[in-house]
């Protein structure tokens, strides 16, 4: 009877598991899954149009374009697609679509020297003051706070008014106006790696804080400090662009955006395209830029869970 009865228990079928209730069309339409839709559709959506702007100005000078400040009288404000002028003409009669990538030139360069500028001062004094703390962090961190309480655009014309509208005094100008919003986000990053373990460990081989700071917080932290400067481009090209339009932007002969748009605005009941084309270039590279930073931004959990996975 027991040898039966074993017997009968060893051969019993195994129970077989319940299928699971997440199916693929779950997945599909889970949180996760939604935003890495999201996040690609931001990426390529961003590429497409900084590349559009952004590579047309890089090859302006192999392109087949006529001189920027050529004048011809009798073209005047022609419209878009007439005589060989994609773009139109101005009230000159110069290339719009020329003056346009030459001048985006001009704004760019001004731009990315500007947050150049701005990332290595933000980087390094917040990483100063979130790593050494004390009278570093306070003497930053109100400095910061100051700057941050004045009126961007206020402050940008008064010292562009003191020191001249020059491309050099343009750009630092910017670069010391955006320099908080690094500092801020990398001095946050700091607080918190300086707790973690490898930094302890640096400490008890006996290397020097300075050292731990620049080979080992700083490239852990840069990395996310970089999406914010790279979201700071499409600002320093809007307050570029707004100074050239108040006129204290780059003198001419420099056709910068803000320029073309300050040059366009008497005309703009009967020749829009001179507003409406440089406005649209500008509008392309600003969100473009954002949607870069975006999905950057919302990519990157996602790439670390799957590496941790």
Do not use: C
Not at 37 to 49: T, V
Not at 53 to 78: C, E, K, S, T
Not at 125 to 142: N, P, Q, T
């Amino acid at each position: 009877m027991g040898m039966s009865t074993a017997t009968h228990i060893t051969q019993a079928p195994a129970t077989s598991s319940a299928p699971s209730a997440v199916t693929a069309k779950a997945l599909k339409a889970s949180a996760s899954a939604r935003r890495a839709r999201s996040a690609k559709i931001k990426l390529w959506a961003g590429a497409i149009l900084t590349l559009l702007v952004f590579l047309p100005i890089v090859l302006a000078n192999f392109l087949p374009l006529a001189d920027p400040n050529a004048q011809n009288l009798g073209a005047r404000r022609l419209p878009p697609l007439s005589d060989g002028y994609l773009f139109g003409t101005d009230q000159l009669g110069r290339d719009l679509l020329s003056r346009i990538l030459f001048g985006g030139q001009t704004s760019l360069m001004i731009g990315v020297l500007a947050v150049v500028v701005s990332g290595a001062i933000g980087v390094i004094l917040g990483s100063i003051a979130g790593f050494y703390g004390r009278w570093a962090d306070v003497l930053i961190s109100r400095v910061l706070e100051a700057q941050m309480s004045l009126p961007l655009l206020m402050m940008l014309l008064l010292v562009v008014a003191l020191f001249g509208p020059s491309i050099p005094v343009i750009t630092g100008v910017i670069a010391i106006a955006q320099w908080p919003e690094v500092a801020r986000l990398t001095r946050s990053l700091v607080l918190v790696e300086r707790e973690k373990p490898y930094v302890d460990a640096a400490k008890t081989l006996g290397l020097h804080k300075i050292s731990i700071l620049i080979k080992h917080v700083i490239p852990n932290v840069f990395k996310q400090a970089s999406l914010v400067i790279l979201l700071l481009l499409a600002q320093a090209v809007l307050l570029e662009s707004a100074l050239s339009f108040l006129g204290a932007g780059p003198q001419r002969p420099f056709a910068t955006w803000g320029r073309l748009i300050s040059d366009g605005q008497d005309y703009i009941t009967t020749s829009w395209w001179m507003v409406t084309l440089p406005g649209l270039v500008i509008v392309a590279l600003v969100v473009g830029v954002n949607l870069l930073g975006d999905a950057l931004r919302d990519g990157r959990p996602r790439r670390k869970n799957r590496k941790e996975a």
